[in-house]
């Protein structure tokens, strides 16, 4: 059975840094896009970063461009997002996500989503 389970979420100072990671089981990692979507309250999910599972190909939302990274270890079945500069509009459930994609393909939506985990909460304070 698959799992996906996020953790290094927390309660942080505006431009402070929080890295977050993801382990996937029950799977075959590399075979799979990554990503990061997160949500906050009265907001719609929105992507924020995604990795390709074939040629390290990245996206970046605009509004973490330059202030966040993703990243995987494919030996480890781990996806990391390293969040920098944060600023109070970060603060939002951040969600893994899995998806199958075409190679060199690093987007994609909610709705290509093959599994997702539970969340972890990000809190940034003013």
């Known amino acids: 059975r698959v799992q996906v389970v996020e953790s290094g979420g927390g309660l942080v100072q505006a431009g402070g840094s929080l890295r977050l990671s993801c382990t996937a089981s029950g799977l075959t990692f590399d075979d799979y896009a990554m990503g990061w979507f997160r949500q906050a309250p009265g907001n719609e999910r929105e992507v924020v970063s995604c990795?390709?599972?074939?040629?390290?190909?990245?996206y970046y939302a605009d509004s973490v461009k330059g202030r966040f990274t993703i990243s995987r270890d494919n030996a480890k079945n781990t996806l990391y997002l390293q969040m920098n500069s944060l600023k109070p509009e970060d603060t939002a459930m951040y969600y893994c996500?899995?998806?199958?994609?075409?190679?060199?393909?690093?987007?994609?939506?909610?709705?290509?989503?093959?599994?997702w985990g539970k969340g972890t909460l990000v809190n940034i304070s003013s």
């Open positions: 996500a899995v998806a199958s994609t075409y190679y060199g393909d690093a987007y994609f939506l909610g709705s290509d989503v093959d599994y």
């Open positions: 990795i390709s599972w074939s040629n390290g190909a990245t």
